[in-house]
């Protein structure tokens, strides 16, 4: 008992994860960033108990990190807290130079960062590569953002005032993210607040923690003082008591979220009581209409981009096919070909893999149930359509046509790779179709009628379009949706603003 309570403490410090048990031999991390304790004010702590961090792929445990509970996240508020006058006080020039470091030693380390979100994940090493490079650049661009918060001063009706209007952080922010991008959804929330001057408290996805305390050990590295970036990690069980004692803390100014929209309402609840600022990114169902004016060719790749990238396990991923009658045919048919031709399930550490595992069982069984009910009602198999014979976490690349509007596909996001299509004949009836959801994050449409594109462009009840393009996520670019996709926006020159408060001041008797 005593060896292991010893082992556990060394872990929690800065050792890396080891496996433990029997079973599949986990993926090797690289024991430089591999952390197993939470962070908190600058330092590595312990919880009482430790979660299992598990491999998708195998089901191998990759190791434990400490179970951090609702004391962790109160201190860890508490240290955001006691950090922030000098945070925002700091001139921006200097939170800049640090934001910089930050970026310049994830570059550094971009090949170790991408092995460990492949281990927890499980996505194809090269698309984990391409998450670091991205999740990157949103230090870069918060680290040059951070520079231009200007205020702005407004002529005055009275001849004796002033008027200035000045921008100032809101405080400490607490930063809620999800496993499917365990990286990149974190910089882009914490790059925005940290050039602002907020400091923040992470609550990383239970299945997903190691890439937040990679973050955590290069931000340390960077120079970042203590307490400006802290993590709680914590299992499934925790999550809704620390989530809650996140929402309702006073000394928590600001919540942001990613994930479902049934949590974002719970979340909104919670953080009703004090009236913070809230920005949400929540649940997706992206149409992706094909009118008969389309270069199919240009289609496809655009559909299989957007459909089957992360095994079909991102918010924007297209999750119903909209396509127009006289071209339907044509176009199953090679999205069909281009299915079976390039895409290949496998483990992400392996070369050629473009197909990673679900994140877990439950993910798998979704999209089974999905499958059963369309074909139940007359949908057809075209391809895949059952797990792979690779692991119980992997599904076979599956398209379904003779879809209608009434089966579980068309109504509910799938987060797996299942592509269902619909036949539509009017332009009419693909955008009606298409804002019929009660979600509205992305949509995407082809098209090279320069009039329709403006029309459909205009109509689509989403917050972001793409046109003849299956990939639209940039760093420069405002990332949200509406309905009940969502509140505020991340990225761009417009993601800072979340993160800080308009303040008016008048001077008068001059």
């Known amino acids: 008992m005593a060896s292991r309570l010893l082992c556990r403490r060394l872990r929690a410090h800065a050792a890396p994860l080891r496996c433990t048990g029997s079973g599949p031999a986990p993926p090797q991390l690289p024991g430089s960033l591999v952390r197993s304790g939470g962070f908190v004010g600058g330092r590595w702590v312990e919880a009482a108990a430790a979660f299992p961090v598990l491999d998708p792929a195998s089901g191998a445990e990759l190791g434990r990190v400490a179970d951090c509970g609702v004391a962790e996240a109160r201190a860890a508020v508490r240290a955001a807290r006691e950090a922030g006058p000098g945070w925002s006080a700091a001139p921006a020039k200097e939170r800049s130079a640090l934001l910089r470091k930050w970026y310049s030693l994830m570059m550094e380390n971009k090949d170790d960062l991408a092995k460990i979100i492949t281990a927890e994940n499980g996505k194809p090493l090269k698309e984990a590569q391409g998450e670091i490079l991205y999740s990157a650049s949103f230090l870069e661009w918060f680290a040059e953002e951070a520079r231009r918060v200007y205020g702005d001063i407004v002529p005055p009706s009275a001849k004796d005032r002033r008027i200035l209007v000045l921008k100032q952080p809101v405080g400490v922010a607490a930063v809620i993210t999800p496993w499917n991008f365990p990286s990149a959804m974190i910089t882009r929330k914490v790059g925005a607040a940290l050039a602002a001057g907020c400091t923040v408290v992470v609550k990383p996805a239970e299945d997903t923690p190691l890439s937040a305390l990679a973050l955590a050990e290069l931000a340390k590295q960077a120079g970042i003082p203590a307490g400006v ?33 049934a949590t974002g309402k719970v979340l909104l609840h919670h953080a009703a009581g ?9 649940g997706g169902h992206a149409p992706f209409i094909v009118f008969d004016s389309a270069d199919v060719d240009r289609a496809v790749a655009g559909a299989m981009a957007s459909k ?121 009836e693909a955008v009606a179709i298409a804002n019929s959801a009660t979600v509205g994050l992305a949509g995407y449409f082809y098209s090279q009628d320069p009039a329709q594109i403006w029309r459909v462009a205009e109509q689509l009840e989403v917050g972001m379009v793409g046109v003849n393009e299956g990939v639209i996520s940039a760093v420069e670019c405002p990332f949200g949706g509406i309905k ?21 001041v008048c001077f008068g008797g001059l």
Not at 274 to 282: A, F, I, P
Not at 352 to 373: C, F, M, Y
Not at 484 to 504: P, T, W
């Open 229 to 261: 970036y802290n993590v709680v990690p914590c299992s499934r069980q925790q999550t809704p008591a620390v989530g809650e004692a996140l929402c309702t803390d006073p000394l928590v100014a600001k919540i942001s979220f990613t994930g479902s929209t």
């Open 274 to 282: 004090t009236v913070k600022r809230v920005s949400m990114e929540l």
């Open 308 to 428: 089957y990238r992360n095994s079909g396990q991102t918010c924007v991923c297209t999750n119903r096919f909209l396509v127009q009658s006289k071209i339907h045919d044509a176009f199953v048919k090679k999205f069909v070909k281009a299915i079976e031709r390039e895409l290949r399930v496998g483990n992400g550490f392996d070369e050629g893999t473009t197909q990673g595992p679900l994140i877990n069982e439950k993910a798998v069984e979704k999209v089974e149930r999905h499958i059963s009910d369309a074909v139940s009602q007359g949908a057809s198999i075209l391809t895949g359509g059952k797990r792979h014979s690779f692991g119980k976490n992997f599904f076979e690349p599956t398209l379904l046509s003779n879809v209608t509007t009434s089966m579980l596909c068309t109504q509910e996001e799938t987060f797996g790779p299942l592509a269902p299509v619909i036949k539509f004949d009017t332009e009419a």
């Open 484 to 504: 009940q996709s969502g509140l505020g926006r991340e990225g761009s020159k417009y993601g800072i603003d979340e993160y800080l408060e308009i303040k008016y």
